[in-house]
T-cell receptor, first 111, second 113 residues
Framework: DVKVTQSSRYLVKRTGEKVFLECVQDMDHENMFWYRQDPGLGLRLIYFSYDVKMKEKGDIPEGYSVSREKKERFSLILESASTNQTSMYLC??????????FGQGTRLTVV | GNSVTQMEGPVTLSEEAFLTINCTYTATGYPSLFWYVQYPGEGLQLLLKATKADDKGSNKGFEATYRKETTSFHLEKGSVQVSDSAVYFCAFLRYSSASKIIFGSGTRLSIRP
């Protein structure tokens, strides 16, 4: 079975902190994605990556950056966390000809 | 542009009722279509998919048929259970090396015992 693992289920961080959300997949997928999910807004794409060291902005990249140094790992970075970044963050991966597989989500609270 | 429109929720039904959640898409070409389900506190799981016109995806009693002529992929279940309470997302994807998955806004379903 494909497994996408996010490093934390719940995180609480302070305003201004630098926050790292980690995602690892074990199926050698080329594509990886970070979404945030907010009530009434559905899933919004923050960034995605289609290869190591390659990244593209999604719909809401402001305030975020990403890193993909190895194929299996895709990190989302909040450079200076703010309260409006309190949300559920979902990582996903897929190969070229498969559907997307999701991690369990990280609920981040910024206080 | 590419988009997915799905029925707004919340939808509340009694156990054993018939369920339909409507989904239509706007896309060029011939995308693959998906329904994902999200149970409380969890990530998204693939529920079913269809990759070409007239295909029917099915799983756990849920079904959806890829209708190219109406660009629709409506989700149906004949008899819902309390355990089906979740958020359901319609999505599509045109496979290529770097395609984004396009999601609908999600429909929250609550089933009363």
């Amino acid at each position: 079975d494909v497994k996408v693992t996010q490093s934390s289920r719940y995180l609480v961080k302070r305003t201004g902190e630098k926050v790292f959300l980690e995602c690892v997949q074990d199926m050698d997928h080329e594509n990886m994605f970070w979404y945030r999910q907010d009530p009434g807004l559905g899933l919004r794409l923050i960034y995605f990556s289609y290869d190591v060291k390659m990244k593209e902005k999604g719909d809401i990249p402001e305030g975020y950056s990403v890193s993909r140094e190895k194929k299996e790992r895709f990190s989302l970075i909040l450079e200076s966390a703010s309260t409006n970044q309190t949300s559920m963050y979902l990582c996903a991966s897929r190969a070229r000809d498969t559907e997307a597989f999701f991690g369990q989500g990280t609920r981040l609270t910024v206080v | 542009g590419n988009s997915v429109t799905q029925m707004e929720g919340p939808v509340t039904l009694s156990e054993e009722a018939f369920l339909t959640i409507n989904c239509t898409y706007t896309a060029t070409g011939y995308p693959s279509l998906f329904w994902y389900v999200q149970y409380p506190g969890e990530g998204l799981q693939l529920l079913l998919k269809a990759t070409k016109a007239d295909d029917k995806g099915s799983n756990k009693g849920f079904e959806a048929t890829y209708r190219k002529e109406t660009t629709s992929f409506h989700l149906e279940k004949g008899s819902v259970q309390v355990s089906d309470s979740a958020v359901y997302f319609c999505a599509f994807l045109r496979y290529s090396s770097a395609s984004k998955i396009i999601f609908g806004s999600g429909t929250r379903l609550s089933i009363r015992p």
